[in-house]
């Protein structure tokens, strides 16, 4: 089964620099047992994000990452066979929902449409989980909250949330922090200077104003943070960029060098 699932539970919290009142929104939702859609760029810090309000709210947490073949199986389970016998085996979101822990699925527009049906119950006030194949009619435990992600800026008409779904949802919108904020983000995950990270961050700007002309999607904070960690850990600057800021981005040999031609104005 291919599902990325990750377990959180009275950890000290995840680093996380909030932007607005997006830590108070998400504790609201939490206590009103409202689920909620995060809607930003990737690598703009939505799944840290999601990861420190679990760890602050001292909650597990399942962390799926949504793709193309992810159906609703893959989700609530299916009988297996063990041992010559047949049983069933829970998802993890049906083990979320009997645990009471936070499920979050990550970029949820990417799976397949039968996802969506079955969060629909979850998402709304009877706060259940049919299981067609065992009968059973699983009541959210306490705890249990529902989380999803998506970019709506990289979405097409075949892959975008119906309005019958969102509105199901309370939503924060992301989007890549400020220039100081992004300085002291990168600064503190990466241990690079704060002179440095400051040129780093400025040419990654630079580069996602670019987006929608030459390319699909920015630099995300995530890259920037590997780009300072390489430099700290003493990779040259310039090779840093190319395998970090510059390669992830497109693999069109012209665009490649407009971009450097950006980064040389900057660094030259």
């Known amino acids: ?5 990750k377990k959180l539970e009275g950890a000290a919290a995840p680093f996380y620099n909030p932007v607005g009142d ?10 009103h047992t409202l689920p909620l859609l995060l809607k930003g760029p990737t690598g703009c810090g939505k799944t840290r994000f999601v990861s420190h309000m679990a760890a602050r ?12 073949d992810l159906s609703a199986a893959d989700l609530v389970g299916r009988f297996l066979l063990k041992g010559g016998e047949t049983v069933w085996v829970d998802g993890p979101l049906t083990r979320a929902v009997r645990q009471g822990a936070i499920c979050y699925l990550d970029e949820v527009v990417e799976a397949r449409k039968d996802v969506t049906v079955v969060l629909h119950p979850l998402s709304d006030d009877r706060r259940i989980l049919p299981l067609e194949k065992t009968g059973e009619e699983i009541e959210a435990a306490p705890g249990f909250m529902l989380i999803a992600s998506y970019n709506p800026g990289y979405q097409n008409i075949l892959k975008t949330l119906k309005p019958s779904t969102r509105q199901r949802f309370l939503s924060i919108d992301f989007d890549f922090p400020s220039e100081p904020r992004e300085i002291d983000i990168v600064t503190r995950e990466s241990g690079l200077d704060a002179s440095r990270a400051t040129s780093l961050v400025r040419l990654a700007n630079k ?13 995300s904070t995530r890259l920037v943070i590997y780009c300072a960690t390489l430099i700290h850990a003493g ?10 800021m510059i390669e992830p981005l497109t693999d069109d040999a012209d665009v490649k060098r407009g971009l450097l031609d950006i980064v040389t104005a900057i660094y030259g």
């Open 22 to 31: 997006e830590c108070e929104v998400f504790e609201a939702a939490f206590e």
């Open 1 to 5: 089964m291919s599902v990325e699932e």
């Open 207 to 219: 580069l996602r104003a670019l987006k929608g002309q030459d390319l699909e999607e920015g630099v």
């Open 235 to 244: 990779m040259s600057v310039e090779r840093a960029i190319l395998a970090a």
């Open 57 to 68: 709210l001292n909650r597990p947490l399942y962390t799926i990452a949504c793709h193309d």
